[in-house]
């Protein structure tokens, strides 16, 4: 089955900092999206993005598809930004399974 | 409700017992999924249901596991016999189906002592 690797899979940085995240799969993909995983253990959708890029606010995303990969950038990072951001995968081969990557825990010290 | 519902929240059990949780998807959505996060690790598929059948439950650990969705909305997944490696958090997700949005409940913390 398809793999998902994230990195870094720690980042501390101070308040303000900018950040990327990465995430790479070992196969075609239908279907990408990131999370933010709270202290509370909830998923927040971040981003719907199999191909392209999106921006929210000081968040952004970026998928190459064809060199599967996708980036997670964060700017001007906040305390309340802090959590375990997850990047998850759709086979392309199968509508089925979404699969995660091991996370990158993200911590901001004010 | 607004988004994917699961009950209860939390759960205790004691090892050997049989114990059901549930997910309520958002409305609409055909396509329902099981998780199970454990501690320090992204969540790790258990099954997919598109409607009221199982069309990938290669994620499920043993036979001890078994998830239902009879009516395709509300699922629940049972496990019999519980062992205190099961304890984990257990989350559902909902979607339109296919190649689209996946939105994730808050989990159901299970804990077999």
């Known amino acids: 089955g398809i793999q998902v690797e994230q990195s870094p899979p720690d980042l501390i940085l101070q308040e303000g900092a900018n950040s990327t995240l990465r995430c790479n799969f070992s196969?075609?993909?239908?279907?990408l999206q990131w999370f933010h995983q709270n202290p509370w253990g909830q998923l927040i959708n971040l981003f719907y993005i199999p191909s392209g890029t999106k921006q929210n606010g000081r968040l952004s995303a970026t998928t190459v598809a064809t060199e599967r990969y996708s980036l997670l950038y964060i700017s001007s990072s906040q305390t309340t930004d802090s959590g375990v951001y997850f990047c998850a995968v759709g086979e392309y081969s199968s509508a089925s399974k979404i699969i995660f990557g091991s996370g990158t825990r993200l911590s901001i010290r004010p | 409700g607004a988004g994917v519902s699961q009950t209860p929240s939390n759960k205790v059990t004691e090892k050997g017992k049989y114990v059901e949780l549930r997910c309520d998807p958002i409305s609409g959505h055909t396509a329902l999924y099981w998780y199970r996060q454990s501690l320090g690790q992204g969540p790790e598929f258990l099954i997919y249901?598109?409607?009221?059948?199982?069309?990938?439950d290669s994620g499920l650990p043993n036979d001890r596991f078994f998830a239902v969705r009879p009516e395709g909305s509300v699922s629940t997944l049972k496990i019999q016999r519980t062992e205190r490696g099961d304890s984990a958090v257990y989350l559902c997700a909902s979607s339109l189906g296919g190649e689209t949005e996946a939105f994730f409940g808050q989990g159901t913390r299970l804990t077999v002592v």
């Open positions: 196969d075609s993909v239908n279907n």
């Open positions: 249901f598109q409607g009221t059948g199982a069309a990938d």
